[in-house]
């Protein structure tokens, strides 16, 4: 009897031995890679983008109490004119007066236009509106609202073609920089500009062509 039940607790030893020493099966989870949002236009209007989670065009009002960091402002003669013309025509108008034959813009407008600098970007604004005007992806981004595209510092080269599988690269003078277009209308040469160095996004701007 001693001996039968010596030899049963051996075999479920042996037996607990076994099966914690067979190998369990691995499962293996598969890494999903985030899908990119792609764009199949060569125009972007001016009302799809933010800018640091902005609209490009701002009252001023609204500009002051976002953009609190400005480190300095520039007053110059815009010699070419300068988009407020139509961006802003009727504001225009009731400060400046009609437009003349005589000097091609407002009757008591001096041409002046306003720069103003901050951390990395920098606007223009004729003291009614502030218009966007260029920024470093280092510090700032810009949104595609549709399709929900963010472009930042980190957003790569191969990456921007995935999205924008239409786009044109063009080349630049330096060596490892490149550009894309994209007009605001079919009508205009007017366009958001993308830059590119090193294969990394380096900076943005909007575009106008004025002369």
């Not at 800018?51 to 002051?64: M, T």
């Amino acid at each position: 009897m001693k001996a039968n039940l010596l030899g049963a607790v051996l075999l479920l030893a042996i037996t607990g031995c076994k099966e914690n020493h067979e190998p369990k099966e691995i499962i293996e989870t598969p890494v999903l890679k985030e899908r990119l949002n792609t764009y199949d236009s060569d125009v972007i209007k001016i009302e799809n983008v933010l800018i640091n989670g902005q609209k490009v065009i701002l009252p001023i009002e609204k500009f002051n109490s976002v953009y609190k960091a400005i480190d300095s402002s520039k007053t110059e003669l815009w010699e070419c004119g300068s988009p407020f013309e139509w961006l802003d025509s009727e504001w225009m108008t009731e400060t400046y007066g009609k437009v003349t034959k005589e000097s091609g813009t407002f009757e008591n407008f001096d041409g002046n236009i306003t720069t103003l600098y901050g951390k990395q970007i920098e606007f223009n604004t004729n003291n009614h509106i502030v218009l966007f005007n260029t920024a470093f992806a280092k510090s700032n981004s810009i949104k595609i609202l549709s399709p929900n595209i963010e472009l930042n510092k980190d957003t790569s080269l191969k990456d921007f073609q995935k999205m924008f599988p239409k786009s044109e690269m063009e080349q630049l003078d330096n060596p490892g920089e490149v550009r894309f277009r994209f007009y605001v209308n079919k009508e205009v040469d007017d366009a958001f500009l993308f830059y590119f160095k090193d294969g990394k996004l380096d900076y943005f701007s909007l575009w106008w062509l004025l002369c």
